[in-house]
């Protein structure tokens, strides 16, 4: 009987921690093979925000960051559950399970090429997102 409890507190405890949610942010910036100048700016500044203001939590993963062509076939996944067909930035907040994708491809086209103003504005959505998980 001993045994058997011990078995089921030793499973439970494994479950419980085995089934804890991570909490994270994705940002990912889509692209195509033939990028704009505004592409390429948007990917830089973007690099430049994570680096400059998000170092520690890129290395710890609370932040993760990818560029994805969507002309490559292993990427049409990806896209496709973004709908990103082209040049498109999104964050993608995860929270107890739960995913809420943040479309800034129109605020990527608009501060792209005017980096002081992109990364102020970027900086401070990531912020937001992570005071919330």
């Known amino acids: 009987m001993k045994n058997l409890l011990l078995v089921v507190i030793c499973c439970l405890l494994f479950v419980s921690t085995y089934g804890q949610m991570v909490n994270k942010i994705e940002v990912i910036d889509f692209h195509s093979t033939h990028r704009c100048i505004t592409c390429k700016a948007i990917e830089s500044n973007t690099k430049f925000v994570l680096e400059t203001n998000f170092a520690k939590e890129l290395k710890d993963g609370i932040i993760s960051f990818q560029i994805v062509n969507v002309d ?4 049409y996944k990806l896209a496709e559950k973004f ?5 498109a930035l999104f964050l993608n907040v995860i929270s107890d399970g739960k995913e809420k994708q ?8 608009m501060y792209g090429k005017n ?6 504005r970027l900086k401070s959505r990531i912020e937001r997102q ?3 998980i």
Not at 72 to 75: F, G, Q, S, T
Not at 115 to 120: D, I, N, P, Q, T
């Open 72 to 75: 490559d076939e292993k990427n």
């Open 83 to 87: 709908q990103a067909s082209g040049t």
């Open 102 to 109: 943040i479309d800034l491809t129109q605020f990527g086209f």
């Open 115 to 120: 980096k002081e103003e992109f990364v102020k």
């Open 130 to 132: 992570l005071n919330k």
